[in-house]
Every structure is written in C-alpha cells, then in structure tokens.
C-alpha cells in the first residue's frame, strides 16, 4: 500500500442512502477518512442529498457552510453529482470530493 501524503483539508463525510441507511456502512468510509494525514472530519453532517429520487436539494450543501469546512466527501458517484451541483447553483462554493478521489489525492496519484 502506497503510503498516505497530508492534505491539510477541514471535511464533512456525507452518507450514501445505500451505502449507510440500507447497508449499515457508516464508520468504514470514516475511518478511511481518518487515515488520511491533515484531514479533519467534521461529523455532523448525513442528511440525504435526494439523488436516488432525482430531486436536487440544494438546501443541503447551504447547511454543510456553517460547519466550516472545505469539502464534503462522499462514495457515492449520484451523490458526488448531485452535491457538486447543487453547491454550484447556489453559489456556495464547498468543494466536493469523491472519497477515491480524496485517498489517490493523499497517494499522490
């Protein structure tokens, strides 16, 4: 395994409606997170982004700016669309980030 460079990043990890509330899988796409030198996760965010349903709630990355950080990660490739969307409608500005995408960042790759 290649090992893990700092990226200095502030994130919240927001839950695929698959992968967390129908499979359970909340703390593994975390603890990856964590493993990830200079990362800071916030963990108060999980509200569903209503991409399974193809309805865009750009609420939801309007709520994600108080927390004062710098993306939202997520595993979830509707998810990823959907949150980069939404944060681009409303003017925003948080950066999203797939959670692959975010460990090849920290690998160099």
Do not use: F, Q
């Amino acid at each position: 395994m290649s090992e893990l460079h700092s990226l200095s990043l502030k994130v919240t990890y927001h839950d695929p409606c698959d992968l967390g509330r129908h499979c359970g899988v909340y703390e593994a796409p975390r603890r990856l997170i964590g493993a990830v030198p200079g990362v800071e996760l916030n963990r108060e965010h999980g509200r569903c982004c209503g991409g399974g349903l193809w309805a865009l709630d750009t609420e939801l990355v309007e709520e994600v700016s108080p927390l004062g950080v710098d993306a939202v990660v997520t595993a979830c490739p509707l998810c990823y669309t959907n949150l980069e969307y939404a944060s681009e409608l409303g003017k925003v500005g948080v950066k999203v980030h797939g959670l692959a995408e975010l460990l090849g960042r920290s690998m160099g790759v």
